[in-house]
Nanobody, 123 residues
Framework: QVQLVESGGGLVQAGGSLRLSCAASGRSFSDYPMAWFRQAPGKDREFVAA????????YYADSVKGRFTISRDNARNTVYLQMNTLKPEDTAVYYC????????????????WGQGTQVTVSS
């Protein structure tokens, strides 16, 4: 089994920054890709960013490209999402996820999920 615990969410003004963390335990973290998804009220869960086990392959949603940066520290079993120039439309619950397979943008491909952390961006 895998356990994922997100942290770092909060309330921030538009234009501000937050850094989310996701700590993994329960299996070899460094062997698998990690991803961030988000879900706003009344909307479907959407892809934000993903990173391969090595960190050499990274995907971003167009809506966050140039503002968000995903990274990982395999020694600490942690993946990060640095979010800059936040907008009100970034408001959502952010989830990290992992899977026993290659990097993917699709939520249905992911086997393990954290409980989520709320990010609220005020205008």
């Amino acid at each position: 089994q895998v356990q994922l615990v997100e942290s770092g969410g909060g309330l921030v003004q538009a234009g501000g920054s937050l850094r989310l963390s996701c700590a993994a335990s329960g299996r070899s973290f460094s062997d698998y890709p990690m991803a961030w998804f988000r879900q706003a009220p009344g909307k479907d869960r959407e892809f934000v960013a993903a990173i391969s086990w090595s960190g050499l392959s990274i995907y971003y949603a167009d809506s966050v490209k140039g503002r968000f940066t995903i990274s990982r520290d395999n020694a600490r079993n942690t993946v990060y999402l640095q979010m800059n120039t936040l907008k009100p439309e970034d408001t959502a619950v952010y989830y990290c996820a992992t899977r026993a397979g290659g990097i993917s943008r699709w939520s249905l491909d992911y086997d393990y999920w954290g409980q989520g952390t709320q990010v609220t961006v005020s205008s």
